[in-house]
């Protein structure tokens, strides 16, 4: 995950970068959120399809922190339950905007190339173009 959050975002200097690093904390928190060492992290089985959804839910984080739209909308709500419910439902939104543009070919590919780039700022379009849709 740091390789990727490097290709991604460099050194974290700047807002994508500070995304990506925010995302990777949440992806962790998320997953392994009950190891307390780096061993407890190491002793956990991880699959392809493990690696694939780290992927995915570190895209979905990511983009979820690019996007200004999200907290624009969820500080116009004054009910704190239908702003979690909000939350939740543009989460999803984002996570499914990933897997649709989630390649096959995810982990092989150069994420700090061309293919990776578009993949992310494809997603990103698609999440836009979703939420606006959202109340």
């Not at 490097?6 to 970068?17: E, S, Y």
């Not at 979690?84 to 999803?92: K, L, S, T, V």
Request: hydrophobic letters at 45%; a negative charge.
């Amino acid at each position: 995950m740091d390789e990727l959050v490097t290709q991604l975002a460099g050194d974290g200097g700047d807002l994508d970068g500070q995304a990506a690093r925010d995302a990777v904390c949440d992806v962790l928190d998320e997953l392994f959120r009950d190891a307390d060492s780096w061993d407890d992290l190491e002793n956990e089985a991880t699959t392809r399809n493990d690696v694939v959804r780290l992927l995915e839910l570190f895209l979905t984080h990511y983009i979820y922190n690019r996007v200004p739209v999200v907290a624009e909308r969820l500080s116009t709500i004054a009910d704190p339950e239908a702003a979690r419910r909000a939350d939740r439902q543009m989460r999803q939104v984002i996570e499914d905007c990933v897997a649709i543009r989630l390649p096959e070919k995810a982990l092989s590919m150069d994420w700090s190339g061309p293919d990776g780039r578009a993949v992310v700022e494809d997603a990103l379009g698609l999440a836009y173009q979703a939420l606006e849709g959202l109340a």
